[in-house]
Structure formats: C-alpha cells, structure tokens
DNA sequence: CTGTTAGCGCTTTCAG
DNA sequence: CTGAAAGCGCTAACAG
C-alpha cells in the first residue's frame, strides 16, 4: 500500500493525496477528508525511508550508553524515550559495554543522516572524541548525559559531582568516620574527575590527609578490580569506609567483604552513587547519592530536540547541572 | 558526501562505485581497492534510507516493552541489543508503559517497512492483539518475549513459569508455610496466568485448599494494588507468605509491610519473581525466582533474525522454554 | 484547488 | 569489467 496505489483508488493524482495527508491548505477540506477516511480505511502508512530520503529528516535519534542492564543508565533512557515518544520521535539504541572502540564504530554508522540527533554517555576508557567532532562536523545534534568529556564543547546534562561527593564524604566525618577511600571509574570521565575531586575537598575542608594510596582507579576489568579494592581492605591501616563511584563497584565491595568476611557496617561501612529503586529491600547500610536519573534523560532529549529543531542557535555551551540526593539509612547513622 | 561526489572524486560511474563498495564480483580487484581507499579517505557511509528505499530492508529490528527501568527488562534488552549488534542491526525501542493503547499505536508505526522484525513483551492490560495480526499481514516477522498472547499463533520465548511457581510454593511449603497468598499481574497473560496454576497446582498436590480470595490481580493502578494487597494483610486469617508474580509487587509489599508493621520475615514471608541483580545487598528475607533474562532477549532475537533471513520457513509455533532459578536467601529456610 | 514532474541517494538490470 | 538509466515512494516546486 502506497500512495500510488492510494490515489487509484480516490481517482486523484499522488501529489494531491500526499498534500492532503499532510493536511496542507493548498486542498479543500473534502478532498482532505475523504482522503483521510480512505487511508485510513487501507491502513495506508507514508514510507518512512521514502519520506526520510526526500526531507533529509529521520524523527530519529540515537542513544548510546554504556550499559542497559544499569538502574541508572535504564532509568535516563526511560526518561529519554517518553520525551522522544511524546515528540513523535522514535529512539534507536546502542551499547558501548565500556568499550572506547564499539563506541567510535557505532558512531560510525550515524555519520551518515540515520539519527537527527545523538545523546551521550561515555564509556569509561573513552579517551579521545574524534568520533564525536566527526558527528559535529556533519551537524548532527549531541548532547552528552551524565559522563561528558572537557576535550569536546558540546551541551551536557550532568550532576553535581563535586558537591555530592563532598557532601557524601562530609556525612561519613560527621559520623565519626576519616579514613576513607575512594572508588573511581575512569581518569578521564568529569563524573569521576569531579567525583574525587569533592572527596578529596571535603577531606582537606576536614584536615585530612587525602591519601593517593586511597583513590583505586577501577575499570571495565572486574578481576583487577577485585585485586585492587582486595589489596585495599587487607592492608595493616585499612580503610573505615569505602566510597564507590557507581553502583556496580559497591555491589562488587558487598561481594568482596563476605569473602573476606568483613562485617558491613561494623567492620567496614559502604557508601555510593546508587539508584537502586529498591531501598525498601535493601540492607540498610549503604547510604547512597542518588542522581535524578529519569530528570537526567528527560532533560538532555529536551536540548537535543532544541538542538534538533534550531530553536537555540547557539546552545553550545549549555550546561545543566542537576542535584543528587543524599539517602542516608538506619546504619551509617550508628557508630 | 554522496556516490554522486565519490564517482566524481574518482573519475569513475556511479554504479561502478557502488559495486565497488558492496565488493560485486564485476569489478576489477584494482578499482575497489581504490574506490574503497577513497571511501574511507573521505569517510563516505552509503545513506541509509536510500539503500532501505531500494531494498525494502531496514537491517532494523523493534523491541516493544512494558518499560525500560526494570530489571528484567533492561537485561532482557541487553542481550538483544548485544545480538543485534554482533549481526549488524540496529535497535528501536518503545515503551509501552503498561498501557494497551500505546502498544497499539506503537504497533501502527511499524506497518510500514520501518523494521525487519519486532519483538515485543505485552503490556499487562492488552487483552486483543488485533495490531499484531496487522503486522503479521504485512509479513512483519514477530516474536513474543515472556508476556506472550495465546490469542495469536507466534513464536515466543518464555520460561518455565507454571514449575517455576510450582517450585516457589513448594519450597514455602516444605518451611511449614501453608498460608500463602499470590499476586498476580493480569487475566489476559499467560506470564500471570501461568504462575497462578503452579501456585494452585502446588497448593493442591500439598491438599492446601486454594482459596481464590488468595489470589489478587494487581494492574498498573498502584494505589488500588495497595489497598488489595493492604486488605488482604489486615484481615483476620492473615496469610504466612505472600507470593508476588513480578519484582514491582515484591517491592511494593516491602512498603505496605513497613506501613503496617509487619516484619519480614517474622511476621509474614515474601517470595518473589525478580531480577535484581544486587542480591548481595538485598535484605536477606527475599527469596526469588530469577529468570535469564539476558538470555531470553538473546534467544528471542536470535528467533526474530532467523525468521527475517527466512532460515526456517515455518517458525509460526516455535516456542522456547527457559527455566528460572529459586534463590534461597538467609530467612525463608528458618522456622 | 488539483496535477505533472523532478529528484532525494541508492541498487541493479541491461547495454556496451 | 564499466557505465547509463530506471525506479524504490515520497515531497514540493511549478503549471494549470
């Protein structure tokens, strides 16, 4: 069923019963209906690529992310897809799985006009953004989520890193807890820069030696990981508290002290970025900072449609910066 | 940058680039070297909506569900995204958000020759498939993931849902635990469906009466769920154990229980469905049946792809079964 | 208000 | 082995 077939049966010409679907004032009101309850009837839907390749527009746009299966990165593209839906844009996916290259090859594929405009999250060992200014270079809208980079001016919808983590760090001290460590994700991601950067602040706010030795840089390797946050723990000086980055390494910590049969929150406690829906089954010990992750995708789709439809000119530096919040449970409280 | 441009670039026609590019066996070894040198060099990507035009073929594929942000979901998505990718599509998604008329229209968007496939997991209140026998029509091949419709002759991917409920209620039955009541999802999914019959069946292998004021149907109505699920705890022969057919329901009863008072598990047991993937930060009172879930989105686009590359030509009544896995935490095993 | 026609960028048949 | 040309289904400029 095209629109061929479509105006042999109204006896009008294409172009007369295209314009009438597209409710254009050049045809009378009649004609519009009677095409309307005609296409309808024969379930007649425009050709997508026909319509994509004549107006260079795809009412498409692409997310790629690190990881689905991640309760923060589901949650943005929850946030992500319902503001696409409402748009009447449809939404194409794409995993990265940590991986700096996959990144660069799916970027790849939207060079050439598949997507009208692309949202972000960095993998963790993205270093360089050559893909990214290659994408800028054909004018395909970006916008970064969450983990942007610095090497590349583009608007990004981000959180209060610094200040969450200070914030988390200076509830540890005021419960009486100093030595802490820290669990970072990348050395060239803001959300993890910054991130160490507000412990690091809240620890000299404290006087308190920020020791290097206290900073694991973690990666897409679990095994290393392990051995790294393992060396950690087993020290002579071992750490009071752990603070994780994101959510998978403190589920990694919880995994690591029932193996070393680490009591938590008496032995050693756990704080992180989390967005676990569950807190009402969770153990109650992980006091978490949880970012508005649905607001975080909602939010960076709406500058991508400005973007999309220019009714920014210049966004470039536009920046959002959103809060987290601090949710602290029954035992951190303790001491 | 266009064949058009690349042909002028090289001094060469436009269908011989375009053989050149897709390595037809016409053209000489020397012109696509160069052609696909140049291609590279000026970092041309064929469009594709012109290449699906011609070829009424989208290399796209559809994943309709319920929602994003659950954590059978997201990993479900993942492994087939992952599938996708390693065979070179790409992935649209759309969330229904439980709402029957959404998927409808969602289902309209793909009559067109948008996608080469869709799979989908039905929203809990669909209770015609009208738009998916529109689809079939057209020839679009589909593929039922967990939430699947007898109403309709596809291919689906489940898992064992009735011995998995069995299996549930018997490990309940065998800690003295006769009380037990089930919240269901809906009347129309054999998902809930089938559940409800591995409880019943469990309960009268065991010689357990089945009461069916036992059994409630919860919807997408959080409010009304509650009150049902409120009721059924405030009355006075209170169940021992409450069986929740999927995660969201566990979670909610977990709140419920901490309004009312009630302790987990001293007071009353939960069992539940789930997917968490964070079990080891979980309150140990949660025993659950966890489905693959990763491997159900693998398997069913693995289906979805045989069907589109027409590999078998009958697939109309395959239909995989995976199996669950009870995991039996700390507390369920006590008494 | 309606119809004719060119052309989006690609693939593929057919001719050379 | 290479090139010319038709046409996928649609939109829109232009003519009537």
Redesign the interface.
């Known amino acids: 069923m095209n629109l061929k077939q479509l105006s042999k049966e109204l006896n009008l010409s294409i172009s007369t019963v295209s314009k009438a679907l597209s409710d254009s004032s050049e045809i009378s009101a009649t004609t519009k209906k009677k095409v309307q309850a005609k296409a309808k009837e024969l379930?007649y839907?425009?050709?997508?690529?026909?319509s994509?390749?004549r107006n260079k527009k795809?009412k498409?746009i692409a997310l790629i992310i690190p990881?689905?299966?991640?309760?923060f990165f589901?949650?943005a593209?929850?946030g992500a897809?319902?503001f696409a839906?409402e748009k009447g844009y449809?939404?194409?996916?794409?995993?990265t799985?940590e991986d700096a290259q996959k990144e660069k090859a799916i970027a790849?594929?939207l060079?050439?006009?598949?997507v009208d405009g692309v949202m972000i999250s960095l993998s963790n060992n993205t270093t360089d953004v050559k893909h990214l200014k290659?994408l800028q270079q054909r004018e395909i809208p970006l916008v970064f989520f969450d983990r942007a980079s610095e090497k590349i001016d583009l608007p990004k919808v981000t959180t209060d890193d610094y200040d969450s983590a200070f914030m988390g760090v200076e509830h540890l001290i005021k419960n009486g807890i100093r030595e802490i460590a820290f669990l970072a994700i990348s050395k060239s991601l803001s959300i993890s820069n910054d991130r160490v950067q507000g412990y690091v602040g809240a620890l000299k706010k404290n006087k308190i030696t920020a020791d290097k030795k206290r900073i694991v840089f973690c990666d897409g390797n679990v095994i290393s990981n392990k051995n790294s946050i393992k060396k950690l723990l087993t020290q002579k000086s071992r750490p009071e508290a752990l603070f994780a980055c994101v959510?998978e390494l403190?589920?990694l910590c919880?995994?690591i002290c029932?193996e070393l049969k680490l009591k938590i929150p008496s032995d050693i406690k756990i704080i992180s970025y989390s967005n676990?829906?569950?807190a009402?089954?969770?153990?109650?010990s992980?006091t978490t900072i949880t970012q508005p992750a649905?607001e975080i995708g909602r939010e960076a789709a709406s500058i991508l449609f400005k973007l999309i439809d220019r009714e920014s000119v210049n966004v470039g530096d536009e920046n959002i910066v959103l809060k987290s919040t601090l949710i602290v449970r029954n035992s951190t409280k303790v001491k």
Request: hydrophobic share 35%; proline share 4%.
């Open positions: 379930n839907h425009a050709n997508p690529f026909a994509n390749l795809s498409t990881e689905i299966a991640n309760n589901s949650l593209i929850n897809e319902s839906q449809h939404v194409l996916i794409y995993q799985n790849k594929y060079l050439n006009g598949r290659e959510e403190a589920i919880y995994e029932e676990l829906k569950t009402a089954i969770l153990n109650p992980l649905y």
